[in-house]
Nanobody, 126 residues
Framework: QVQLVESGGGLVQAGGSLRVSCAAS????????MGWFRQAPGKEREFVAA????????TYANSVKGRFTISRDNAKNTVYLQMNSLKPEDTAVYYC???????????????????WGQGTQVSVSS
């Protein structure tokens, strides 16, 4: 059984920083792509960032490029999302997700991710 557990969300003022983490456990050996998505109230879930577990290639949504950084720690089976220069529009529930043997070309597609965490709330005040 695969489990993804996010942590590190919270409330921060605009311009501030937060780091959210996603710890993976269970049958994680087949993971090759992990991603972060977010969903704001009344909006659809949207892609934020993804990382290829083997090559460490990364990709970002245009809205967060230059402000957010995704990284991973192999030894801890953990993916991080460092969020800097936060804006009120970044307020959302942030979800971690993982793919089994996925294609990098589809890293931003939510429906190809088989495993999801429960989400962590990030709130940015103006």
């Amino acid at each position: 059984q695969v489990q993804l557990v996010e942590s590190g969300g919270g409330l921060v003022q605009a311009g501030g920083s937060l780091r959210v983490s996603c710890a993976a456990s269970g049958r994680t050996s087949s993971f090759n792509i992990m991603g972060w998505f977010r969903q704001a109230p009344g909006k659809e879930r949207e892609f934020v960032a993804a990382i290829h577990w083997g090559t460490e290639d990364t990709t970002y949504a245009n809205s967060v490029k230059g402000r957010f950084t995704i990284s991973r720690d192999n030894a801890k089976n953990t993916v991080y999302l460092q969020m800097n220069s936060l804006k009120p529009e970044d307020t959302a529930v942030y979800y971690c997700a993982a793919q089994d043997s996925g294609l990098w070309a589809f890293a931003s597609w939510a429906h190809v991710y088989a495993y999801w965490g429960q989400g962590t709330q990030v709130s940015v005040s103006s």
